[in-house]
T-cell receptor, first 115, second 114 residues
């Protein structure tokens, strides 16, 4: 069965510094990987995805993610963090084949960006 | 464009009462998902519909939970009878039929069972 793990419950970073939110995955077959963000009292919003192609994927709000097959990782990154980036971030993997857009989400990582 | 619309946004009820949560997906989307979010268990997929047909309901906790999608523009999640451990935020999400990995989430329904 497919799964994702987010080893950090919370990541703290100062505004202007680079940030990394970690994600590792376990799938059989080709991995289809995603990042979503959740702001307080809101639903999740799509940030970016890796399907195939370049290992560095660019997404919304200046975020990017690096796919590393040998390490089975898909870490979310941003060169310069903003206070407004503070939110809950979820890594996700596609469900079984022929499961359409069914996603399995990780436990989430809370990002705190301090001024 | 209107996004996914959920109602009610907040529901407080007493144990044993029936709870019905409602969802209107984005027009033209033919996949619909119900997720539950709690601090302890994170985000769990409850059920997934495609073209109004339930495809995977393995995440539905027990017989007290039921979900329906009578047409392409409406779905309900019902809990009967409700229990305090059902307290959570319930999200509905929709997507197009093609694989994109992009789900569009509603604002959620926060359920508190006393």
């Amino acid at each position: 069965a497919q799964s994702v793990a987010q080893p950090e419950d919370q990541v703290n970073v100062a505004e202007g510094n680079p940030l990394t939110v970690k994600c590792t995955y376990s799938v059989s077959g080709n991995p289809y990987l995603f990042w979503y963000v959740q702001y307080p009292n809101r639903g999740l919003q799509f940030l970016l995805k890796y399907i195939t192609g370049d290992n560095l994927v660019k997404g919304s709000y200046g975020f990017e993610a690096e796919f590393n097959k040998s390490q089975t990782s898909f870490h979310l990154k941003k060169p310069s963090a903003l206070v407004s980036d503070s939110a809950l971030y979820f890594c996700a993997v596609r469900g079984p084949l022929n499961a359409g857009n069914m996603l399995t989400f990780g436990g989430g990582t809370r990002l705190m960006v301090k001024p | 464009d209107a996004g996914v619309i959920q109602s009610p946004r907040h529901e407080v009820t007493e144990m044993g009462q029936e709870v019905t949560l409602r969802c209107k997906p984005i027009s033209g989307h033919n996949s619909l998902f119900w997720y539950r979010q709690t601090m302890m268990r994170g985000l769990e997929l409850l059920i997934y519909f495609n073209n109004n047909v339930p495809i995977d309901d393995s995440g539905m906790p027990e017989d007290r939970f039921s979900a329906k999608m009578p047409n392409a523009s409406f779905s309900t999640l019902k809990i009967q009878p409700s229990e305090p451990r059902d307290s959570a935020v319930y999200f509905c999400a929709s997507s197009s039929g093609q694989f994109t990995g992009e789900l569009f989430f509603g604002e959620g329904s926060r359920l508190t069972v006393l």
